[in-house]
């Protein structure tokens, strides 16, 4: 039996109650030759509150080199605070770059029983993946921004290395997927010296890939597209600050983003988590949706080696929405809350091993 060790953080908010729906299915699904051995990190808003870090640096290096990847709930708290006024607790800055993990991979998919805001579209006509570039961009200047009270800079970083890695990861993304094998190009090089740098770099990169398509869109041109013609997307790569953007519209347009997973991924570790945040309002009320954060150890499992269970759990969710047996609201909220989600979710398992 081959052991993965994995990291959870379970998180602030919902992020605990999800969690534990994921590791209901995860015990359901694993197990074949392998097991999933799991080991707890204290992370988050709650841990800023208490320790004075939202990540302890002993912690960052067990998740860089102590396991092989991490399982991570949605993080913050809106009450809890960085001195400059901006939302201590998260995540993004410490483990995204602390960890180089340059591959924010976004998957957009409209599943069976969700109804797409966007009228006519069925199951399998919205199924792109937005790759974002995760340690440059804008955001490389969390926690940088120069100014006073009358004005702020933050600096837009684009690197000819970072844009290369994340552009080549874009386009064997495409290559392995059966949906048409494109990769768009999103930016604002019109106006931006950097994302004119990052359109340059990934022209390049295309080069190396001929049986990969590759078109090139602005940003608003962008925004507009992935709501007129979503189904003609396949693999999309962008800039840190505009793939965080995009993928919320994206999410917007199949049910909300609690039904939408991510995969934070380098060279050498990796975490998995949903898109949304913690959403404490709701805590503990029975309401969350677990989906997103469900589908995000099914990614875990695909990266892992074990494709075949991250396909089953992709199965037994499509099959319990198309049932009726998980149920999501207008609002993105599941009826019934983790558990009942995880339950039906099981019980589709189970039917497939029978």
């Known amino acids: 039996m081959r052991a993965h060790k994995i990291a959870l953080i379970r998180g602030d908010g919902i992020g605990p109650e999800l969690v534990d729906a994921a590791l209901t299915v ?4 694993t197990g074949d030759g392998y097991t999933l051995d799991y080991v707890e990190v204290d992370a988050g808003a709650d841990t800023y509150r208490r320790t004075g870090t939202a990540c302890s640096a002993e912690d960052v290096e067990l998740l ?6 991490t399982l991570k709930g949605p993080v913050g708290l ?3 605070r960085l001195p ?6 998260l995540l993004g800055g410490i483990l995204r770059v602390g960890l180089d ?6 998957p957009v998919f409209l599943l069976p029983g969700v109804t797409s805001a966007l009228a006519g579209h069925e199951p399998g006509d919205i199924d792109y993946v937005i790759v974002r570039e995760n340690t440059e961009g804008l955001y490389a200047s969390r926690g940088k921004g120069v100014g006073n009270r009358w004005a702020v ?11 290369l890695r994340v552009c080549r990861r874009a386009f064997e993304l495409a290559r392995s997927r059966d949906r048409g094998r494109k990769v768009t190009c999103v930016d604002k090089s019109n106006v931006l010296r950097s994302h004119a740098l990052f359109r340059e770099v990934c022209t390049e990169v295309a080069a190396g890939f001929p049986d990969v398509t590759t078109e090139f869109l602005y940003a608003d041109a962008a925004a507009q597209a992935l709501v007129l013609r979503p189904e003609e997307f396949d693999v999309l790569v962008m800039e840190n600050f505009l ?3 995009l993928s919320d519209l994206g999410g917007a347009t199949v049910g909300g983003i609690s039904v939408c997973p991510s995969g934070n991924i380098g060279d050498h570790t990796a975490y998995f988590e949903p898109i949304h945040g913690s959403a404490p309002g709701i805590a503990g009320r029975g309401l969350a949706n677990p989906v997103g954060q469900i589908l995000a150890a099914a990614l875990m499992l695909d990266h892992l080696g074990h494709a075949g269970d991250g396909e089953r759990i992709r199965r037994a969710v499509a099959g319990a929405l198309a049932a009726g047996h998980v149920r999501i609201t207008p609002q993105g909220a599941a009826e019934g809350g983790p558990v009942a989600v995880a339950e039906a979710i099981v019980s ?3 039917k497939e091993n029978r």
Do not use: F, Q
């Not at 995860?26 to 699904?29: E, P, S």
């Not at 400059?84 to 607790?89: H, M, W």
């Not at 993990?101 to 976004?106: G, K």
């Not at 800079?153 to 844009?163: H, K, N, P, V, W």
């Open 101 to 106: 993990l340059y591959a924010n991979i976004r």
């Open 64 to 69: 860089r080199t102590g396991v092989d990847a």
């Open 84 to 89: 400059d006024g901006t939302e201590a607790g």
């Open 348 to 350: 589709h398992l189970d």
């Open 26 to 29: 995860l015990g359901a699904v």
């Open 243 to 245: 793939g965080d953007v």
């Open 153 to 163: 800079s933050d600096t837009l970083m684009t690197t000819r290395e970072g844009t």
């Open 78 to 80: 809106p009450d809890v």
